[in-house]
């Protein structure tokens, strides 16, 4: 059974800094790609970071320069390094993973950053 489990998450000031970890049940490398979402209050849940099994990153256009997504095979871990967090960024924070035609999802963890 696969699970997802993030942690890091919480509360911050603007221009601050947060590293998001998501840890696997299985080994990441069998997932097709794995991300990060994220759902504001009263807004649809939006990617934020996508990395493919090859290594290929993308980024909404709104946090690129700012955020970092990664993976640590050995440890079947997924980060997010954010860096100049703004407002804005304040959301449920989601990791997930796709196999094949399956999209797993971890609970969601929380960042508010402050004004």
């Known amino acids: 059974q696969v699970r997802l489990v993030e942690s890091g998450g919480g509360l911050v000031q603007a221009g601050g800094s947060l590293n998001l970890s998501c840890a696997a049940s299985v080994s990441i490398s069998t997932f097709n790609t794995m991300g990060w979402y994220r759902q504001a209050p009263g807004k649809q849940r939006r990617l934020v970071a996508n990395?493919?099994?090859?290594?290929?990153?993308t980024y909404e256009d709104s946090v690129k320069g700012r955020f970092t997504i990664s993976r640590d095979i050995a440890m079947n871990t997924l980060h997010l390094q954010m860096n100049g967090l703004k407002p804005e960024d304040t959301a449920i924070y989601y990791c997930?993973?796709?196999?094949?035609?399956?999209?797993?999802w971890g609970q969601g963890t929380q960042v508010t950053v402050s004004s």
């Open positions: 990395i493919s099994s090859g290594s290929t990153t």
């Open positions: 997930t993973a796709r196999r094949r035609d399956f999209r797993y």
